[in-house]
């Protein structure tokens, strides 16, 4: 896709040629970083909504995000979620000090791939999580299972619980 990849002559040459457009084209717009590609979109009417933030966010594109938010494009849960899969500790603190909620599933994201300083940081900035079992088949980081272990999460090795 023409936004995906920053290509933003095609994606004019085909925005006046007719080819209709949906809030995908902000969402990879966004997931790519390419912000002057989205300031050209959201001129032209492309409309948006919480993916936006969050794909940037998976990619942690720290100034889309902030942009975006602050023209008007909402946040969610899945923003942060998705900052902490990837490890973007910088974006994550950022959306907090806006107020962007959290879940459960931003410790769950950050562990299942191995983010310890980003799950230490959630933990102890309030960030709620689910002490259901944690299979170790989602994480094969050995110090985030420790750690895990340690705060009180029941962790399953091999079908087995290892609390």
């Given at each position: 896709m023409a936004a995906g990849g920053g290509h933003l002559e095609v994606l004019k040459f085909a925005h006046e040629n007719g080819c209709p457009w949906d809030g995908s084209v902000c969402c990879h717009a966004a997931e790519g970083g390419h912000l002057e590609?989205?300031?050209?979109?959201?001129?032209?009417?492309?409309?948006?909504?919480?993916?936006?933030?969050?794909?940037?966010?998976?990619?942690?594109?720290?100034?889309?995000?902030?942009?975006?938010?602050?023209?008007?494009?909402p946040l969610d849960?899945?923003?942060?979620?998705?900052?902490?899969?990837?490890?973007?500790?910088?974006?994550?603190?950022?959306?907090?000090?806006?107020?962007?909620?959290?879940?459960?599933?931003?410790?769950?994201?950050?562990?299942?791939?191995?983010?310890?300083?980003?799950?230490?940081?959630?933990?102890?900035?309030?960030?709620?999580?689910?002490?259901?079992?944690?299979s170790t088949t989602r994480c094969n980081n050995s110090v985030v299972i420790q750690w895990l272990r340690d705060n009180g999460c029941v962790v399953w090795i091999d079908g087995h619980c290892a609390y």
């Open positions: 590609l989205l300031k050209w979109a959201r001129e032209k009417g492309c409309p948006w909504d919480v993916w936006t933030c969050s794909y940037a966010a998976k990619n942690g594109h720290l100034e889309v995000v902030k942009w975006a938010h602050e023209n008007g494009c849960q899945s923003t942060c979620q998705h900052a902490a899969e990837n490890g973007h500790l910088e974006l994550l603190q950022w959306l907090r000090e806006t107020g962007c909620q959290w879940d459960a599933r931003t410790c769950a994201r950050a562990a299942e791939n191995g983010h310890l300083e980003i799950l230490k940081w959630a933990r102890a900035n309030g960030c709620p999580w689910d002490p259901v079992p944690f």
